[in-house]
């Protein structure tokens, strides 16, 4: 009966040094997207989110809407369901606008009915329809979609009057529907002017249904006053005393405070309607929007943080989930490292790696993961990224070994063990200290807990103080890579004494 349990237990000791000499490394896979969300982000520069595939929450490129600048007067991307001037310069009194994402820039646009006067702003006294007086260079921008283009039809209105001379004076801004283009009407708006009124018409046909851009501006250092369509210059006269660039400046002078009003009495949708404190002839041109391009031509990327994973890690592949159309691309790069601190833009170096296909040479203890999304040439089409999953090996911790002993002697110890069962171990530490589980003695000859003892399986500390009681373990580190060592044996004791042999 004896010899059959040590038979058995024979068989199950080889069983188990057979199979810890198969285990050398673990294959993981961490989750970035999909069910585990984006919070692993670190930087998002041009990006968003939107649906992607099994409704996971996913990354896409921002539409290309404006930005407010230190020369923005009133900026409104309507990109949500309450509408809000981006610079804080004007207030929303009525509004009669829809929400709508039928955009051409942002996330949103404003559908006006053509009823119950649209949206009426009023102005602070840092806006230029918030105050009296001098109102400079500006720029008057917007994106408009028509449903009719009947006649008559009113974008934008304000409406006061001025005192000249004693006399009360109409003042008047409007852009209205006139035989299908769109005219610019301004009444005792520029000062000494030979005309109270200027009229300006387009001469682009306005399509219903069709997105155009609409920029008026007026630079106050030579009086020129230009509308373009969608970048074009459609009319331009200049407001000088002689009607020529080398007359005298008539500037545009604001009398009693109004609201802004507008889709008053328009039909269609609005998008991104901005104005600026600056001509759009000069370099400012930049500031708005280019072309008919809904996502950025640059794109744009989101960046992971450093990811902990353990030593000596590999990073085999990637795998993402994603919706690419024709002549869009999302391209990914890896780095990694045994600590992220000093980590900056360029260091370490990024690795440019292809989804469902194999890494070499990316290491480490932390990962790093960026992705870079890019539209068609036409900026018409965004890639969508819905997950990403990276699959990477971990090195096992070794096991500890499974006998330890201990002898003391004159002022040393000697600490004995097995090997370890486990083939990827490729040495030990000893670990010694005064307390139970606390291994931070110093006083050893041979070293600080842990003394690194190499692939042997016995050592004696010396210089220790006879009658201490002195506690350790030992555990094994990896051959692949020495920082990595398994957990801790049981653990012995023992007192040095001047009564024993050394």
Same mark, same amino acid.
């Given at each position: 009966?004896?010899?059959?349990?040590?038979?058995?237990? =024979?068989?199950?000791?080889?069983?188990?040094?057979?199979?810890?000499?198969?285990?050398?490394?673990?294959?993981?896979?961490?989750?970035?997207?999909?069910?585990?969300?984006?919070?692993?982000?670190?930087?998002?520069?041009?990006?968003?989110?939107?649906?992607?595939?099994?409704?996971?929450?996913? #990354?896409?490129?921002?539409?290309?809407?404006?930005?407010?600048?230190?020369?923005?007067?009133?900026?409104?991307?309507?990109?949500?369901?309450?509408?809000?001037?981006?610079?804080?310069?004007?207030?929303?009194?009525?509004?009669?606008?829809?929400?709508?994402?039928?955009?051409?820039?942002?996330?949103?646009?404003?559908?006006?009915?053509?009823?119950?006067?649209? /949206?009426?702003?009023?102005?602070?006294?840092?806006?230029?329809?918030?105050?009296?007086?001098?109102?400079? !260079?500006?720029?008057?921008? +917007?994106?408009?979609?028509?449903? #009719? !283009?009947?006649?008559?039809?009113?974008?934008?209105?304000?409406?006061?009057?001025?005192?000249?001379?004693?006399?009360?004076?109409?003042?008047?801004?409007?852009?209205? +529907?006139?035989?299908?283009? /769109?005219?610019?009407?301004?009444?005792?708006?520029?000062?000494?002017?030979?005309?109270?009124?200027?009229?300006?018409?387009?001469?682009?046909?306005?399509?219903?249904?069709?997105?155009?851009?609409?920029? =008026?501006?007026?630079?106050?250092?030579?009086?020129?006053?230009?509308?373009?369509?969608?970048?074009?210059?459609?009319?331009?006269?200049?407001?000088?005393?002689?009607?020529?660039?080398?007359?005298?400046?008539?500037?545009?002078?604001?009398?009693?405070?109004?609201?802004?009003?507008?889709?008053?009495?328009?039909?269609?949708?609005?998008?991104?309607?901005?104005?600026?404190?600056?001509?759009?002839? /000069?370099?400012?041109?930049?500031?708005?929007?280019?072309?008919?391009?809904?996502?950025?031509?640059?794109?744009?990327?989101?960046?992971?943080?450093?990811?902990?994973?353990?030593?000596?890690?590999?990073?085999?592949?990637?795998?993402?989930?994603?919706?690419?159309?024709?002549?869009?691309?999302?391209?990914?790069?890896?780095?990694?490292?045994?600590?992220?601190?000093?980590?900056?833009?360029?260091?370490? %170096?990024?690795?440019?790696?292809?989804?469902?296909?194999?890494?070499?040479?990316?290491?480490?203890?932390?990962?790093?993961?960026?992705?870079?999304?890019?539209?068609?040439?036409?900026?018409?089409?965004?890639?969508? =990224?819905?997950?990403?999953?990276?699959?990477?090996?971990?090195?096992?911790?070794?096991?500890?070994?499974?006998?330890?002993?201990?002898?003391?002697?004159?002022?040393?110890?000697?600490? @004995?063990? @097995?090997?370890?069962?486990?083939?990827? %171990?490729?040495?030990?530490?000893?670990?010694?200290?005064?307390?139970?589980?606390?291994?931070?003695?110093?006083?050893?000859?041979?070293?600080?807990?842990?003394?690194?003892?190499?692939?042997?399986?016995?050592?004696?500390?010396?210089?220790?103080?006879?009658?201490?009681?002195?506690?350790?373990?030992?555990? %094994?580190?990896?051959?692949?890579?020495?920082? #990595?060592?398994?957990?801790?044996?049981?653990?012995?004791?023992?007192?040095?004494?001047?009564?024993?042999?050394?």
């Amino acid at each position: 009966m004896k010899k059959m349990i040590d038979m058995k237990n =024979l068989f199950l000791f080889t069983s188990l040094c057979l199979a810890s000499s198969l285990v050398f490394a673990s294959q993981t896979t961490k989750i970035i997207g999909g069910t585990n969300g984006w919070g692993e982000l670190q930087e998002q520069v041009g990006v968003t989110t939107g649906k992607g595939y099994y409704g996971y929450e996913a #990354i896409q490129l921002v539409t290309s809407t404006q930005e407010s600048t230190d020369a923005t007067d009133l900026l409104l991307t309507f990109d949500g369901k309450q509408i809000k001037d981006s610079t804080g310069h004007y207030t929303v009194k009525t509004n009669n606008l829809v929400y709508t994402t039928d955009a051409v820039k942002g996330r949103g646009a404003a559908l006006s009915r053509g009823v119950n006067r649209g /949206l009426a702003l009023e102005g602070s006294s840092s806006s230029i329809f918030g105050k009296s007086g001098l109102t400079g !260079a500006f720029t008057i921008e +917007f994106w408009m979609n028509p449903s #009719i !283009a009947e006649n008559g039809e009113t974008v934008i209105s304000w409406r006061s009057s001025i005192s000249v001379d004693g006399d009360s004076k109409y003042q008047t801004i409007s852009a209205s +529907f006139f035989n299908n283009h /769109l005219r610019w009407e301004f009444n005792n708006i520029f000062s000494k002017y030979e005309s109270d009124e200027i009229i300006m018409d387009g001469i682009s046909t306005l399509v219903p249904r069709k997105w155009t851009r609409h920029t =008026l501006s007026f630079d106050d250092t030579n009086g020129l006053l230009e509308y373009c369509v969608d970048g074009r210059t459609e009319a331009l006269m200049y407001v000088t005393t002689s009607k020529h660039e080398n007359g005298t400046v008539c500037y545009p002078v604001l009398g009693v405070k109004a609201d802004l009003e507008i889709c008053p009495e328009f039909s269609g949708r609005i998008d991104n309607f901005r104005i600026d404190h600056r001509p759009f002839h /000069l370099e400012s041109k930049n500031l708005y929007a280019t072309g008919n391009e809904k996502y950025k031509v640059d794109g744009g990327k989101i960046t992971t943080n450093p990811i902990m994973v353990s030593r000596a890690a590999t990073l085999n592949r990637i795998d993402a989930l994603m919706d690419v159309p024709p002549q869009t691309e999302v391209r990914f790069y890896v780095r990694s490292g045994d600590n992220c601190y000093g980590w900056n833009d360029t260091f370490p %170096a990024w690795k440019e790696v292809v989804s469902g296909q194999e890494i070499s040479g990316v290491t480490g203890l932390y990962f790093q993961l960026s992705a870079e999304l890019l539209p068609d040439g036409g900026g018409s089409k965004s890639p969508v =990224l819905s997950e990403i999953k990276m699959k990477y090996t971990e090195q096992d911790d070794p096991l500890p070994p499974f006998t330890v002993n201990v002898e003391p002697g004159n002022e040393c110890v000697t600490i @004995s063990w @097995s090997y370890s069962v486990d083939d990827t %171990a490729g040495g030990y530490y000893v670990y010694y200290g005064n307390k139970s589980g606390e291994y931070l003695g110093v006083a050893a000859v041979e070293g600080a807990s842990p003394v690194k003892v190499g692939n042997k399986t016995s050592i004696k500390l010396t210089g220790l103080k006879n009658g201490t009681i002195y506690y350790f373990a030992v555990s %094994a580190y990896s051959k692949v890579d020495g920082r #990595i060592s398994g957990n801790l044996s049981k653990e012995v004791y023992a007192r040095p004494s001047a009564r024993l042999k050394k």
